[in-house]
C-alpha cells in the first residue's frame, strides 16, 4: 500500500506562481510515474502532468511553458511547479503515482487563482 501526501496549494493572484508538493510512503514499492491531475465539480478528472520513472516529463497543452514537474526519485517526490497561473487552474488538484498497474492517489489540494 502506498500512501501519497501532498502540501501546497492556496489562493494566488492571476498571473503568480504556486508549488504543490507530493511524497509517496509505504513498503517495499517502486513507482514507475508519478504526476498531478485535476478535477473541476461535475467534470471528469484530467491529467496535468506526469513524469515516469525515467525522467522523462509530459505535460497537456493548456500547461506547456507554463507547469515544470520535476521529481526526487530518491526520495519519492513530485512537484508541481506551476507559474503564470489563470483563473481557469482553478480547482482541485490530485497527485497519482503508479505501481506496477495500480494507480494511487492522493486527498487533492485546492488551488484558486483569483484577484
Known amino acids: 500500500q502506498v500512501q501519497l501526501v501532498e502540501s501546497g496549494g492556496g489562493l494566488v493572484q492571476p498571473g503568480g506562481s504556486l508549488k504543490l508538493s507530493c511524497t509517496a510512503s509505504?513498503?517495499?514499492?517502486?513507482?514507475?510515474?508519478m504526476g498531478w491531475s485535476r478535477q473541476t465539480a461535475g467534470k471528469e478528472r484530467e491529467l496535468v502532468a506526469a513524469?515516469?520513472?525515467?525522467?522523462?516529463?509530459n505535460y497537456e497543452d493548456f500547461v506547456k511553458g507554463r507547469f515544470t514537474i520535476p521529481r526526487d526519485a530518491a526520495k519519492n517526490t513530485v512537484t508541481l511547479q506551476m507559474n503564470s497561473l489563470r483563473a481557469e487552474d482553478t480547482t482541485v488538484y490530485y497527485c497519482?503515482?503508479?505501481?506496477?498497474?495500480?494507480?494511487?492517489w492522493g486527498e487533492g489540494t485546492q488551488v484558486t487563482v483569483s484577484s
Open positions: 497519482k503515482a503508479l505501481v506496477g498497474h495500480t494507480a494511487c
Open positions: 509505504g513498503s517495499s514499492f517502486t513507482i514507475d510515474a
Open positions: 513524469v515516469l520513472k525515467g525522467g522523462t516529463a
